[in-house]
């Protein structure tokens, strides 16, 4: 299966302060990889340093073969990205956004189906800043797979949304990853991470703590519960 993302010793720093310490990471193509961690571990500006949006001070990264500042207009045909916080026009709507997203890339997706999926096509005509938090991230997801991507990149995909509204988001990837996209994301839900992961990192003050699935993370620690395990590795073991 191809390796769609590559990492080597990936490493930034702040001064004294060390955000990622050498990270290490292979991705095959369909995989969902989660990258996970308290507020300030460094999952943001790890995956800020993979995609060449934020420069690391030393490593290897490769998304598709390709680097991705050296290669970086040619490699966004293939990449999608959803970030939080995600700033647009105070007054566009929601069509007018899509179209100009769509205007950026050579092939895209029907966004109108996107939007439709992702249970927001009444909203088309809506100023973005009328959309509720929850509509708001679900545009943004439907933002990130218009460039029909061969890897999408989503920071915390579900925040806002209620239980029944999230499992209709995971429905919709396990669709796509079924399909052959990869998908690496971060997330503060512990079930989201149990359903949609096949493999976890979890970084603790930018170290990898851990890498593997989450049941080998939860074998290799002293709990039953996931989300006992994930504590363990943030705070107990590893001394936050």
């Given amino acids: ?69 050296k290669n970086r207009k040619k490699l966004f045909e293939k990449v999608g990205v959803q970030f939080q916080d995600s700033n647009y026009q105070s007054e566009i709507r929601v069509n007018e956004l899509c179209e100009e997203m769509a205007c950026i890339y050579k092939k895209t997706a029907d966004w109108i189906n996107l939007l439709n999926e992702f249970g927001i096509a009444d909203k088309v005509k809506n100023p973005v800043k009328s959309l509720s938090g ?67 990192i979890i970084l603790n003050k930018g170290k990898t703590v851990f890498y593997g699935t989450v049941d080998e993370a939860i074998k290799s620690s002293p709990y039953d519960k996931f989300e006992d395990g994930f504590n363990y590795y943030n705070m107990c073991k590893y001394g936050n």
């Fill in 1 to 69: 299966m191809e390796e769609i993302v590559k990492v080597s010793q990936l490493y930034k720093s702040y001064g004294e302060k060390i955000v990622v310490d050498n990270l290490n990471l292979s991705v095959k193509q369909g995989m969902v990889v989660g990258i996970l961690g308290a507020n300030g571990a460094g999952k943001s500006t790890s995956i800020e340093c993979i995609l060449g949006t934020k420069k690391a001070d030393s490593g290897y990264v490769s998304i598709c073969g390709m680097d991705p500042i």
């Fill in 134 to 200: 929850g509509e708001r991230q679900r545009l943004f997801i439907v933002l990130a797979l218009i460039p029909q991507p061969k890897v999408v990149f989503l920071d915390e995909l579900t925040t806002g949304l209620d239980v029944r509204a999230r499992r209709e988001v995971w429905s919709r990837l396990e669709k796509l990853k079924n399909s052959g996209l990869t998908i690496i994301l971060t997330s503060h839900f512990m079930d989201e991470v149990k359903a949609l992961c096949d493999e976890i």
